[in-house]
């Protein structure tokens, strides 16, 4: 059996220079970590907001749910919050100043059943309506931070890599 010829070593090329560290370059280093920083962080809260919306409609359809008393209201208003006038079970007419949750469609002078949580009046729904219309809302509002977002961290990474 014939041997294979050894193919020469050759010496091990030397491995180039690491590019030095100088001030400058640590604090563009430091200061494109904080950018991201920031920019996460951002997103983190903005991300929470649109997660909130959800969980408080929820937390509020329980309450009304653990302690529910329904009336007839009349709708006074519907600007920037649907404002309902309705008597409760103790004959009090109730007017809540933080509006009427899930108001789409009323129109004002419409009566409509709502359901609301006995022990705190102002916490008061439209019938039938529950948190999950909460779900399209912070959806669409997540998307659009996800783009708003996207837009800068596709910047900095495609300067960054060239």
Known sequence: MAETPA???????PAAP???????????????RRVVQLLAG?????????????VNAAVSDLGIARDRGSAIAEVV?????????????QGRVQTPQRGLKYPTG???GQRVRVEYQRSEPDNVKVAGRGWTLALLPALSSWLVVTAVAAVPAGVL???WRR
């Open 18 to 32: 690491a590019t030095p560290a100088t001030p400058a370059r640590l604090i563009l280093r430091r200061w494109r």
């Open 7 to 13: 193919i020469p070593a050759t010496p091990a090329e």
């Open 77 to 89: 208003s519907t600007g920037g919050n649907t404002v309902v006038r309705y008597t409760d079970e």
């Open 42 to 54: 951002l997103y983190l809260v903005a991300s929470l907001v649109c997660a909130s919306l959800v």
């Open 157 to 159: 990474w495609w300067r």
């Open 106 to 108: 009323l129109q004002a």
